[in-house]
């Protein structure tokens, strides 16, 4: 007699972020690994049907994903009590038919932009080193605190003392994050690396 697989019920919980207007539903699944971070509806009805599908809903302005949680932002509107609960549903559903959420060739895709955004500045060897230096830094001690609230932090460029950051997931338009982004990681970058002067920030 074949052994019948039972599969454990998709769980999911939420939690609060620092940003009002984010929440994060965080699943007893692996959703992506990694970080995808959708904006608009166009990139999501391109590279996530889960994504695109939250967007249908008149109440949803951001999907972020990061391994086994999804960051979402709310139009300012509406109230969580109001949607919270069919959000979760939605999500629950989803990914219980084991449906596809972030396509393949979505981290590569990005990359590509990204470098084609990094290839408009060019460094001296010198400034390779700073950029080298700053990436490690975000990557060691900022990305794993601002990930544990539902958002991400990514380096863009460095010009002039200035690094510019992008801001993603609950990060983007929280009321905090220019307290985190000037105190917390403009104040440790100016301490390990004298050559910056400033940290800005664009919303992903």
Sequence with gaps: MEKQVVK???????????????????TNRMLYKGTADFREEELAKEWSPLAAQLFASPFVKGVYFCNNYVTISKEFNFSWEDIMLRLKE???QYVDGEGIVVK???????????????????YSDDEKAI?????????TYVKPAVE?????????????????????G??????SSSQTLKGGIEGMLKRMIPDVKEVVAEMG
């Design 104 to 122: 393949e060739g979505f981290a590569e895709a990005m990359e590509k932009v990204e470098a084609e955004l990094g290839d408009s500045f060019e």
């Design 8 to 26: 454990s019920p998709v769980l999911i919980y939420t939690e609060q972020t620092p940003n009002p207007e984010t929440l994060k539903f965080v």
């Design 90 to 92: 939605d999500i629950k």
């Design 148 to 168: 544990m609230d539902g958002g991400n932090i990514e380096f863009k460029s460095f010009n002039k003392g200035i690094v510019t950051v992008i801001l993603q």
């Design 131 to 139: 950029v080298k230096k700053i990436k490690e830094l975000i990557d």
């Design 170 to 175: 609950a990060c983007s338009g929280c009321p």
